[in-house]
């Protein structure tokens, strides 16, 4: 039984399928996480969905930005924008087959391999929080999302405050700032004031910034986090993280990491991508 992570997809159905065939994915045998945003932007995010669905147990997923974003379309919370391509699934004849199973994946899980944790994430953890407050917050959110509440919750997701976390937060604010950390983040100060504007590398920060994992003394660093979301940071290898965006809608790579007898034992393969869309289009 092989393990694995493999980033962004974003509606590539063609190239997550040849990727399973180079790793020669197993339904049987292996275990795959995908690190959020399964749809948008690409051609057929129909088709990830229901491969996700009939695959479900071996590709386990995890909700990103682009995916809640498919939800809101679905509740008329915000109307898709012109680079949004998710009329494969609004437009579907299995269309609520195909929501009800995304609106039931949580925005983090862990896995214990070789007797060590891994956590996976769409986006980023904030610095004070640990590996068991991510998922104990994620967990909110999913309660919210499987919920009757869920339209009006799509339609207070969005924004950008607060910017920041307190145990104090309660309501549609606890829930943004949870979603925002989880799914959006990749800036912050050291205070973990979260920033939202700057989408560059993590060499370029702005003033006052840095790269969620790089704040000093954040709580989950003895956990390896493996995420996505970011495609200018591209592939990042290090003891304690994983970046698995390497661009694939915008013409990079898909990539999977298999992990060997323990998760400091890592393998990148990867496939080419054709472009979707051109970045800043």
Not at 10 to 25: T, V
Not at 45 to 67: K, P, T
Not at 71 to 83: E, F, I, T, V, W
């Amino acid at each position: 039984m092989a393990l694995y992570c493999i980033g962004d997809i974003q509606g590539c159905d063609s190239a997550l399928g040849r990727l399973l065939d180079e790793i020669g994915f197993s339904a049987s045998r292996d275990t795959v996480y995908l690190l959020g945003d399964l749809v948008n932007r690409g051609p057929d995010s129909a088709a990830v969905l229901r491969r996700c669905i009939a695959h479900d147990g071996a590709l386990r997923s995890l909700l990103g930005n682009h995916d809640l974003h498919l939800l809101a379309a679905a509740h008329g919370a915000r109307k898709p924008s012109r680079r949004d391509t998710l009329a494969s699934v609004l437009e579907a004849p299995d269309r609520d087959a195909l929501l009800q199973w995304v609106r039931s994946q949580p925005l983090a899980r862990t896995h214990t391999h070789g007797g060590e944790t891994l956590l996976m994430v769409h986006a980023g953890v904030l610095p004070g929080w640990s590996a068991q407050d991510a998922l104990a917050h994620a967990d909110e959110v999913a309660a919210v999302l499987r919920g009757p509440d869920l339209p009006g919750f799509l339609q207070a997701m969005y924004g950008n405050t607060p910017d920041r976390w307190s145990d104090e937060l309660t309501g549609n604010d606890r829930l943004r700032v949870i979603v925002n950390a989880l799914t959006r983040l990749r800036f912050c100060s050291a205070r973990g004031e979260m920033d939202f504007d700057s989408t560059e590398s993590a060499s370029d920060a702005p003033a006052g910034l840095m790269p969620w994992f790089d704040v000093p003394g954040r709580r989950a660093a003895r956990t390896l986090v493996a995420f996505g979301h970011w495609s200018t940071l591209g592939w990042l290898n290090r003891s304690d993280l994983l970046g698995l965006d390497t661009g694939c809608v915008w013409g990079g790579c898909l990539s999977a990491v298999r992990f060997g007898a323990t998760l400091a034992d890592r393998e990148l393969l990867q496939v080419h991508c054709e472009q979707s869309q051109a970045p800043g289009a």
